[in-house]
C-alpha cells in the first residue's frame, strides 16, 4: 500500500531549496511570478496603503517585500527553516516592518487581529492536506475581507513540458487528485472544482478569476531563452481568483 503523502514531507522536500535560488527570485520572484502572476495579484488587492495583509506560505518573502513597499502592514507566514531564515534575514537587512511566522498554515497560530485580506500565491498545489490551509486563510479573514490565490491552471499546469516536446497542449488526466514531481518537490493536480467548491462551502462569494497570457512581446523576447514560452502566449498556465468571507 502506497503511504499517503503528509503536509510534513511536502515541507522537508522544500526546505532543500539552495539559497543561490532564492537569492536568483529577487526582488520579484521568477519570470512568470513577474509577468503573469504579481500583475493580476496586485491588481485584485487594489491599494493596500495600511491595510493589514497576510502573505500566506510567502517563501521567501519576495511578495510580502512587494506588499510592504506599497504601503501594507504585512505578516508572513512559512514553514521551512531555510526560507523563512532567508526571509527574516531581509527584514533585519531592508526594515521595512514585516512580521515573519513560522508555522504551517493547516496549524496557524493566533497572528492577533483579522486581515483586510489573505493572499496565497502558488501554495495550495504543493499542500497534500490542502482543505484545512485554505479554511485557515479565509478565517484568518475580517468579514468581507478579501481572499486572492493562485495555482498553475489545473487544465495547464504541464503546459511548458507538453509544447517543448509537442508543439501543443496534451492532456490525459484531469478529473483525479494526482501528484505531479517537479524539480525540487512534488506538486498535486486538483481540478478547478475543487477549489472553488471548497470556497463555496465556506460561504466565500467569488469575485473574479483570471487566466493571465503572456504579452506577445515578452514572449518573443524570452524565446531564445526559454524554448516553448510562445505557449504562455495561447494558453493560461496559471489561475488567480479573489473571493469575499461572508
Not at 510534513?8 to 539552495?18: E, G, K, S, V
Not at 523563512?84 to 527584514?91: D, H, N
Not at 495555482?151 to 517543448?164: C, D, G, I, K, S
Request: negative net charge; aromatic residues 8%; contains cysteine.
Amino acid at each position: 500500500m502506497t503511504t499517503p503523502p503528509t503536509n510534513d514531507a511536502a515541507i522537508a522536500q522544500w526546505n532543500r531549496i539552495p539559497r543561490e535560488v532564492l537569492e536568483a527570485m529577487e526582488p520579484d520572484g521568477d519570470f512568470a511570478k513577474r509577468h503573469l502572476v504579481n500583475p493580476v495579484l496586485l491588481r485584485m488587492l487594489g491599494d493596500v496603503r495600511g491595510r493589514r495583509i497576510l502573505d500566506a506560505g510567502c517563501g521567501h518573502g519576495y511578495f510580502s517585500r512587494l506588499l510592504a513597499d506599497r504601503g501594507a502592514r504585512v505578516t508572513g507566514v512559512e514553514p521551512t527553516d531555510t526560507m523563512f531564515g532567508y526571509a527574516q534575514e531581509k527584514e533585519r537587512a531592508l526594515g521595512q516592518g514585516i512580521r515573519y511566522v513560522q508555522a504551517d498554515l493547516t496549524r496557524l497560530p493566533a497572528l492577533g487581529d483579522p486581515f483586510d485580506a489573505v493572499v496565497c500565491s502558488m501554495v495550495l498545489p504543493a499542500i497534500p492536506d490542502w482543505k484545512p490551509a485554505l479554511r485557515a486563510c479565509v478565517q484568518a479573514l475580517r468579514p468581507g475581507g478579501l481572499f486572492v490565490f493562485s495555482v498553475n491552471h489545473p487544465a495547464f499546469e504541464m503546459l511548458l513540458t507538453t509544447w517543448r516536446e509537442h508543439g501543443d497542449y496534451r492532456l490525459h488526466r484531469y478529473l483525479e487528485e494526482y501528484p505531479i514531481p517537479q524539480l525540487r518537490a512534488t506538486d498535486f493536480h486538483r481540478p478547478l472544482s475543487a477549489y472553488l467548491n471548497e470556497l463555496a462551502a465556506l460561504g466565500c462569494r467569488l469575485r473574479e478569476i483570471a487566466e493571465p497570457g503572456l504579452d506577445p512581446r515578452t514572449a518573443r523576447e524570452a524565446q531564445d531563452t526559454t524554448p516553448g514560452i510562445e505557449s504562455y502566449v495561447h494558453l493560461p498556465n496559471f489561475l488567480i481568483a479573489a473571493a469575499e468571507r461572508p
